[in-house]
């Protein structure tokens, strides 16, 4: 045999870094952004800003200065600092719709996929919340509250989740046939654990791909809550309420739509390429046909 | 009897393997020739190169095998450096060509007809009617029953040997010169590969083609071959007319491959089994419903009212072919799916363990056995673990177990990819010891194995019985196998039993019918004792 010879701590060393996939250019290039717009984010008072929320009448509309970098909004505000700050509230809620949307999505379709009475139940009021357009049930669901930070991820995770579960439950689907599988249970495995240590990791490279989508389209649609008024309160800077603002002066001041509008198609387009490049890296069947 | 001229002329041929291989070429400088109206048969295990030998024929390899170097020339023209349409048209009526699983070589939505028609409609200009005439006309002569209604088909609705029939009818449909077939009855029942073998040797007497057929079954090969290139690691280890190949090989490898076939000599006729009753099934039933509301239910016996008892220390062979319950049968032994009626007792046990501590089953396929993403050690550990072992000191014992099965005891912390096929079986093997059972079944377990670790493996499981007073379940549908390690058979046949007793009795004396056809069928048989070691 020719392996004999490596060490005998095989699965540390088996791996490479940096591990092929980050070399993918759409990876690379996706990754790239989506840190940049993390770093801008996190260090957002470091990044030459003021208070966002600082409402200065007497500073209203002004255009670019040395003060102002990108202008002043309506009430004053620093257009540049409320575009950086709203990258907070647009990566906190498009990772935490993703985080969420995945666990959930995960537990439910490990269960459906699994056993198969409770999968003709689940998957009906899957396939209903499916139905319904997800920005159409997003708008709902934040409208039967107050909204904020929090009404809004769980208003857009929930009509996330039903994505997660047809695929964590199509991956199930085919692995618990596995004789692995069988063979775990000839050596008495419980079911859990059978779906935690067998079954579970079959599913994170589809997962990974699909998160970045589910984190990309969160963020859009948050921006689109915020654009029709419905999303975040208007005191928390956010793209969408920027652009949403900016667009009865868009005719004097285009600044005011154009900033936070470049942050937003960047972000996006970032994550974008992540999950494509992932999926091509991932999935060598897809790649081959492409 | 040297035929007139070789159709086939295949020189100093290699074919580089792309970066990271075990070795640095698929096939490295073979030579062979085929002559009209003669089968060569390539033989070799798996990883010898023998398919990459066809497919750089029919110009099928794929893309990563680049800077092909030598000679393939067909009736005196080089393929190498044919273009593609110069191809394209040298497949099919040129050279024909069947593949090993008949399932997936056909397109499953398409009607078999129409695929057979497909080979005319590209090679000729023919009218709709005459094509049909001559779709039937093949299909005829490769005796598929009524084909006018078998012409609208599809291929999910034929049995195995018809596919491959169907495959046959399409690749001889314009009378090629050449018919390359690649381990064209690996995936059929012995009965169906007897009836193919013949086939192919009938039509290939009368239409004087040359035959390159592909199959790693010495057995196979004494049924059909006129003469024999034996390939190991990519490059040819002997050749010679299969007379002398066969019974007197000049070669240690394929001598090695000979004897590596086991013999129908039943090995344990004076084995004597005293041990106490382990496993009881009695009257085992499982019937499944399908269809439903709208359609009329289907009810599908998948097995009858299955008795048997296992005593320790004895080996019960379960022989029986695809669809013939064996497998559900297992299963139904080993809890993983409920019988409809019966039930499965195991034997008085001392100190009442657990279910699967009793009873471990070893599965066909070694690749898709083990988790591929857990190191094997972790795959040994689980069962011992679940059962309230501690970690270190499973391991300890999976490294025990890791030598007692052969392997080297620090293997434990790498993946099932990095071991062959034989090695995984082995730690399946080891894997279900380390429950320490007193029933071991075996699935087929060394059906998957290429003959030379088949010997292997068999020899651990009968040396592991005796060590460790196992009884033992096996299933299987090669009667060599089931006559080197059992002591009883029974042999089943669409779900029931048709024959039980002991290995000597049957195999001098089989009374039903089925297995005397099962006897019938199996390649090979009786020259064996001709070879002199």
């Known amino acids: 045999m020719t392996n004999l010879a490596s060490p005998p701590l095989a699965s540390v060393s088996t791996k490479r870094w940096p591990p092929p996939f980050l070399l993918h250019p759409s990876v690379f290039i996706g990754g790239l952004l989506v840190t940049m717009i993390i770093l801008v984010a996190v260090l957002a008072p470091l990044l030459g800003t003021v208070d966002p929320s600082r409402i200065a009448p007497s500073m209203r509309l002004k255009p670019p200065s040395e003060l102002a970098w990108f202008g002043t909004d309506l009430y004053g505000r620093d257009v540049y600092s409320r575009a950086i700050y709203g990258a907070r509230s647009s990566i906190l809620i498009g990772l935490c719709v993703a985080a969420a949307a995945l666990i959930g999505g995960v537990a439910i379709g490990l269960v459906t996929g699994y056993f198969r009475w409770v999968d003709a139940v689940v998957m009906r009021i899957m396939d209903g919340l499916m139905a319904i357009p997800t920005f159409l049930l997003a708008i709902a669901l934040v409208s039967l509250t107050r909204a904020n930070v929090a009404t809004v991820i769980v208003a857009l995770t929930i009509p996330e989740i039903p994505r997660v579960v047809r695929l964590v439950r199509s991956v199930v689907l085919t692995v618990r046939e596995e004789p692995f599988v069988e063979a775990a249970k000839t050596v008495g495995t419980s079911t859990p654990k059978l779906l935690w240590r067998h079954i579970l990791p079959s599913t994170t490279a589809p997962l990974m791909v699909l998160g970045t989508y589910i984190c990309a389209s969160a963020i859009l649609i948050e921006a689109g809550l915020s654009f029709l008024g419905t999303g975040l309160p208007p005191e928390i800077p956010s793209w969408g309420n920027m652009i949403s603002e900016g667009r009865t002066f868009f005719q004097v001041a285009p600044r005011l739509v154009f900033l936070p509008s470049l942050f937003l198609a960047l972000t996006v387009l970032g994550i974008n390429l992540l999950g494509d490049g992932l999926r091509d890296t991932l999935d060598p069947r897809i790649a081959k046909r492409m | ?533």
């Open chain 2, 1 to 533: 009897m040297k035929p007139p001229f070789s159709i086939l002329e295949i020189s100093d041929l290699a074919i580089p393997l792309p970066g990271g291989g075990d070795r640095g070429f698929a096939v490295d400088g073979i030579s062979l020739s085929v002559s009209a109206g003669e089968i060569v048969c390539v033989v070799g295990e798996s990883g010898s190169g023998k398919s990459i030998t066809a497919q750089a024929v029919m110009g099928l390899l794929p893309k990563v095998f680049r800077n092909v170097s030598g000679r393939i020339m067909f009736e005196g023209k080089d393929v190498t450096t044919a273009t593609p349409a110069q191809m394209r048209d040298l497949r099919g009526r040129g050279i024909g060509m069947i593949f090993q699983e008949p399932m997936t070589a056909l397109n499953p939505v398409q009607k078999v007809g129409e695929q057979i028609d497909e080979v005319l409609r590209t090679h000729l200009t023919l009218s709709r009617k005459e094509r049909r005439a001559r779709v039937i006309a093949a299909m005829e002569e490769v005796r598929l029953p009524d084909p006018e209604r078998l012409y609208h088909a599809f291929p999910h609705q034929l049995s195995g040997g018809q596919r491959q029939r169907v495959l046959i009818a399409a690749a001889l449909i314009l009378k090629p010169r050449l018919l390359i077939a690649d381990e064209p009855t690996t995936a059929l029942d012995v009965t169906t590969q007897a009836q193919i073998l013949s086939q192919i040797r009938d039509l290939q007497r009368d239409r004087g083609m040359g035959v390159l057929f592909i199959t790693h079954d010495i057995g196979v090969v004494r049924e059909i071959a006129d003469r024999v290139v034996v390939m190991r690691s990519g490059k040819v280890v002997e050749e010679g007319p299969a007379d002398v190949v066969l019974n007197r090989p000049c070669s240690d490898y394929t001598r090695m491959l000979i004897d590596a076939v086991p013999t129908l000599e039943p090995a344990r006729s004076d084995h004597v089994v005293t041990g106490e009753v382990a496993l009881k099934v009695e009257g085992v039933t499982k019937i499944y419903h399908s269809g439903g509301l709208f359609q009329g239910k289907r009810v599908v016996h998948a097995l009858q009212e299955t008795s048997l008892s296992l005593r320790r220390g004895e080996t019960l062979g379960v022989i029986g072919e695809s669809g013939s319950g064996k497998s559900t049968l297992a299963r139904c032994i080993m809890q993983l799916i409920d019988p409809s009626s019966g039930k499965v007792t195991l034997g008085a046990s001392a100190g009442g363990r657990p279910f699967y501590q009793r009873i471990q089953i070893i599965f066909q396929d070694p690749y898709r056995s083990l988790n591929p993403r857990r190191t094997v050690g972790e795959s040994i550990i689980e069962g011992p673990m679940n059962f309230g072992q501690p970690r270190t000191e499973a391991m300890e014992r999976a490294r025990e177990l890791m030598a007692l099965v052969g392997l080297d005891p620090t293997a434990v912390d790498r993946y099932p990819h990095q071991f062959s096929g034989g090695q995984r079986q082995r730690i399946s093997i080891a894997r279900a010891l380390a429950m320490e059972p007193e029933i071991l079944v075996a699935d087929e377990a060394v059906s998957a194995l290429d003959v030379s670790v088949q010997a292997q493996v068999l020899r651990l499981i009968d040396d592991l019985q005796k060590r460790l007073d196992l009884a033992i379940l096996f299933i299987t549908h090669d009667l060599r196998v089931a006559a080197q390690i059992c002591d009883r058979l029974i042999v089943m046949h669409r779900g029931s039993v048709v024959e039980q007793g002991a290995v000597s009795s049957i195999f001098a004396s089989p009374a039903h019918a089925y297995t005397r056809e099962l006897f019938a069928s199996i390649p090979g048989k009786g020259e064996k004792q001709a070879v002199l070691t």
